[in-house]
């Protein structure tokens, strides 16, 4: 069963232009009632999934950073309670670097936190400007000097391929970025989301996003330089050292069972499909009339894994060991690959397979979305 734990804080201080997930910005939070509301949400879920000790905790938003540390300590106390820690377990928490947010470092450090992620988006005042953000540079960089003296793993979080971008600015400031000495890197390529502010702006006219093949270029780049620096890809956007991975993602990568609490989280366990509330109003209400937040709970066939599956673990570079997974789910192999068209693709090097595993290439990746398409069978996307 589940062996790992997402926690979602749904609360922004701003909603940022190129943001899509579940983040509200409200005047004020009844922190005791979100106590009430989360334990109850976290009980229930245990209840359900409760197995082996979790090897991975990771609260993620919106902006966490913004949890007062002892409802963090109060929920992870919970967790620990309910479930049981692994060894090592990772409890990672998404951060942004406000001088207000870095004040609590210490105290989440303390609570149990042992792993942040670091959303610095840029190194460069113009670029956060541009994506909506309420910090500078100066406190980005005060900001991690506090998380790295508190947090035995940090991870940073950088958009590039934003409009304009040339390959000599995200050259140098990537490189900036290699040289703070974290393990773990983050590097999404700027993309417009339907319903973003935006997408309405791109819309309007107001700019223009970055063409394609230059932003492919970027990503090659990005790639190149990571690998040089001795933090090589091991996901579309996500960057290592040896040991750093993120095991939580990788539990999602992995297709492996997670259990998700608090506003919009998604779980899966035993092949259920579980989705709470999105709007923070309602999962409290829900969470008041009966005990949880979930809003969907349905069985998942052994196509639509074998399809969620396949769409996760291809973006990994290590690619999905398809035989492993058609045991798992009681399916041929067959049922997973087209193998004349997986042979097209490797023709093109775009695509792999050593044995039963099959990956998408360094040159496949940044046609990822489009692979995803040729490479998964038709039946399995439509189950």
Not at 280 to 303: C, F, K, M, T, Y
């Amino acid at each position: 069963m589940a062996r790992a734990l997402y926690i979602h804080w749904p609360f922004c201080l701003r909603k940022c232009p190129y943001c899509d997930f579940n983040s509200h910005v409200r005047e004020g939070v009844d922190v005791d009632l979100w106590r009430k509301s989360l334990l109850a949400d976290l009980r229930h879920e245990a209840a359900l999934a409760k197995g082996e000790p979790l090897a991975s905790i990771f609260f993620g938003g919106g902006t966490p950073s913004l949890m007062p540390p002892a409802l963090v300590a109060d929920l992870l106390a919970e967790a620990e309670r309910l479930w049981g820690f692994a060894p090592e377990i990772e409890i990672t928490l998404e951060a942004n670097p406000s001088s207000v947010e870095a004040s609590k470092f210490a105290d989440l450090a303390r609570a149990g936190v042992n792993r942040v992620s670091l959303g610095l988006q840029a190194l460069d005042d113009a670029a956060l400007r541009f994506l909506g953000r309420l910090h500078n540079v100066e406190e980005s960089l005060a900001a991690l000097a506090t998380a790295q003296a508190h947090f035995g793993r940090v991870s940073i979080d950088l958009i590039y391929a934003r409009p304009g971008h040339t390959p000599e600015a995200w050259q140098a400031e990537l490189a900036r970025a290699l040289g703070f000495g974290t393990g773990h890197l983050s590097l999404y390529q700027l993309t417009i989301e339907p319903g973003t502010r935006f997408a309405t702006m791109v819309r309007q006219g107001q700019f223009t996003p970055l063409d394609d093949d230059l932003a492919a270029d970027l990503f090659t780049l990005t790639r190149e330089q990571t690998l040089a620096a001795g933090l090589p890809a091991y996901e579309i956007s996500n960057h290592a050292r040896p040991g750093e991975r993120s095991r939580h993602n990788l539990a999602y990568w992995h297709y492996d069972d997670y259990a998700g609490v608090g506003p919009g989280a998604h779980g899966r366990r035993g092949g259920v499909a579980t989705v709470r509330h999105r709007k923070p109003e309602n999962w409290l209400d829900a969470v008041a009339a009966q005990g949880h937040g979930i809003a969907e709970h349905r069985s998942l066939g052994s196509r639509e894994q074998a399809s969620e599956a396949l769409l996760m673990g291809l973006r990994l570079t290590e690619g999905i060991d398809l035989g492993a997974l058609a045991a798992r789910l009681g399916l041929g192999t067959e049922d997973l690959c087209d193998v004349s068209r997986l042979a097209f693709y490797e023709r093109q090097g775009l695509a792999w397979r050593h044995g039963s595993r099959m990956g998408v290439t360094a040159d496949g990746m940044p046609l990822l979305d489009a692979l995803l398409g040729e490479l998964v069978p038709a039946a399995l996307l439509e189950a």
